[in-house]
């Protein structure tokens, strides 16, 4: 999926990134496995997240459309199905943080020394932000398609449509959330990372 991503948007980056563009499209091509790393929590809090909450919504219409009234059991056992949803979300959002922050941090010395090879900070922290543009692009689309294998059947069991009524403004929802957490993530760790001095850095990582 990264080597895809990298054919995909490797020369759009190029073309209107400068250099940070340029670095951005090389470090996707050639560091394909470690960026895998970084895509797959996108995808599984993306899947995740848009699954679980759709098929949920999609019973709650279900269950409307039939004109059931929930029972106080039910509203219940709905109560819980929510919350273990938010507690699977709110891990897999976790995951995407600890495992950014973590692939980030380990590419201070590579950063160092692009500083000493004569770019700067804010060219630094472009190409980071870049490449994050692409990662996050490739897991959310990912994400997404790997979302319909659950949520079609279960469209076509509960209201004998593959396409449900609900789920647009939720996968927006998750996909603002995706967004928010692997760029905050990511340049978060970019930025603390280019505080310290490039030699020292570089130096320090060496040792």
Do not use: C
């Given at each position: ?36 790393r970084a895509v797959m929590p ?159 850095a570089a130096g320090a990582t060496?040792?």
């Amino acid at each position: 999926l990264v080597r895809g991503g990298a054919r995909l948007f490797g020369g759009l980056l190029e073309r209107v990134g400068g250099a940070s563009g340029y670095l951005a499209a090389h470090n996707l091509r050639r560091r394909a496995p470690q960026m895998a790393r970084a895509v797959m929590p996108v995808i599984v809090f993306t899947a995740i997240a848009t699954g679980a909450i759709v098929m949920q919504a999609i019973e709650n219409q279900a269950t409307e459309a039939a004109g059931l009234a929930e029972t106080a059991s039910e509203k219940t056992i709905e109560t819980l199905n929510f919350v273990v949803v938010g507690m699977i979300a709110v891990f897999a959002a976790i995951m995407v943080i600890n495992t950014l922050v973590t692939a980030t941090t380990g590419r201070r010395r590579e950063l160092a020394q692009q500083r000493l090879a004569g770019a700067t900070p804010a060219g630094a922290l472009a190409t980071v932000g870049l490449e994050s543009v692409v990662v996050l692009v490739v897991g959310v689309a990912a994400g997404s398609l790997a979302s319909l294998a659950t949520i079609v059947p279960y469209s076509i069991a509960r209201t004998d449509s593959p396409v449900p009524d609900t789920g647009l403004g939720i996968w927006l929802v998750v996909v603002g959330t995706a967004v928010a957490l692997t760029l905050g993530s990511t340049l978060g760790a970019a930025r603390r990372a280019l505080r310290t001095p490039a030699v020292e850095a570089a130096g320090a990582t060496a040792a």
